[in-house]
């Protein structure tokens, strides 16, 4: 068996740890657990878009878009991270913690680290509100990134001051931007916003329920949307690692004092099933009995490819807000530059 640092284990760890945040999911080492975050007001007085829920996919969303709202809104809390990959015959742990201040602070801190033999694999993700980071480790490889959270913020209230004047036929924001508003794009970057995020944006979701350890979550499942996974083929990665298929699991009970609901508890990635397999696989989180009075037909609800990335959230508290100067990047190494990531987000801002 290859080394990790040389074998494919390596390629699917960058994929689920973000390490090629700068294609969004262009590719599957797309970004999980990118990160930013930016000053901004409170948004928690913004007006709220209300639609009627008329579909599974519907309430998959609404559930999601709520659960971003919890991380990037609610109170400050941290947890600890475990991930398993499953990749060429083996198995490797990632052991991590997070830490998110919400509130809209946008300030967040997320620490994972592989052992593989004497190989090191690390990602660590910053964010003080004002500019976030993003160190990757891979062996002897280390990279840097940095985006400016208050320039994404600036060009986008200017989107939306253009949207809203008399020349765009609107004397108010669309529904669109006062959706945006509740969490706006500069939060949705990094920790497990932007992962969340990114599963809402590139997966068509439909919403179950289901246990994990005897207590009570919704359990979001979903499958690569056809543009997704079109981008992924054009990329020409390796298919057999893509998070074809996605299982999210959120908290619908908290602790005694009632913390935790709305929050993610568990993330599962699988592969693109074969297409003679017709035996689904098996889920930690167990099998989910649908929403709607009318499941998917002739197919089982539950993911149908080979589970190979396990992420746990566990162990959450809420705490105290940490100051601003436990969320600033200090950089030690002088040999290490960093690329700027600002105008990657930036594009991400046009339709």
Request: net charge neutral.
């Amino acid at each position: 068996m290859a080394q990790w640092q040389n074998g494919r284990a390596r390629g699917l760890m960058a994929t689920i740890l973000g390490s090629a945040v700068r294609q969004g999911l262009t590719a599957c080492a797309a970004s999980w657990l990118a990160m930013w975050v930016a000053p901004a007001a409170l948004a928690e007085s913004a007006p709220r878009v209300v639609r009627p829920i008329v579909s599974p996919q519907d309430q998959a969303n609404l559930l999601v878009q709520r659960t971003i709202e919890r991380l990037a809104l609610g109170d400050a809390f941290d947890a600890k991270l475990r991930q398993r990959i499953w990749v060429g015959g083996r198995e490797v742990t990632g052991i991590g913690h997070y830490e998110q201040s919400g509130g809209g602070t946008g300030r967040f801190s997320l620490e994972m680290t592989v052992h593989d033999g004497d190989a090191r694999q690390s990602i660590r993700q910053i964010s003080d509100g004002k500019l976030a980071w993003i160190r990757t480790q891979l062996g002897e490889s280390i990279s840097l990134r940095r985006v400016d959270l208050g320039r994404i913020d600036e060009v986008y209230r200017e989107q939306i001051r253009a949207e809203a004047s008399p020349l765009a036929g609107t004397s108010r924001p669309t529904a669109n931007a006062a959706a945006a508003n509740v969490t706006p794009p500069w939060m949705r970057v990094g920790g497990l916003v932007e992962l969340i995020d990114q599963i809402a944006r590139d997966y068509d979701l439909r919403v179950g329920k289901g246990t994990i350890d005897k207590k009570p979550v919704w359990i979001v499942r979903g499958v690569l949307s056809e543009p997704a996974w079109t981008r992924v083929q054009d990329a020409g990665e390796q298919l057999a690692l893509c998070p074809y298929e996605v299982q999210l699991a959120i908290a619908a009970a908290g602790d005694a004092i009632g913390f935790g609901v709305g929050l993610p508890v568990q993330i599962e990635f699988y592969s693109k099933p074969a297409a003679e397999s017709s035996a689904p696989a098996a889920s930690p989180a167990g099998d989910a009995d649908p929403v709607t009075e009318t499941p998917r037909t002739g197919t089982s609800d539950a993911p149908r490819g080979r589970l190979i990335s396990l992420l746990e959230i566990y162990a959450l508290r809420r705490i105290q807000p940490s100051p601003e100067e436990r969320f600033r990047y200090k950089g030690d190494e002088p040999d290490v530059t960093f690329s700027n990531d600002t105008r990657i987000y930036l594009d991400r801002l046009t339709p």
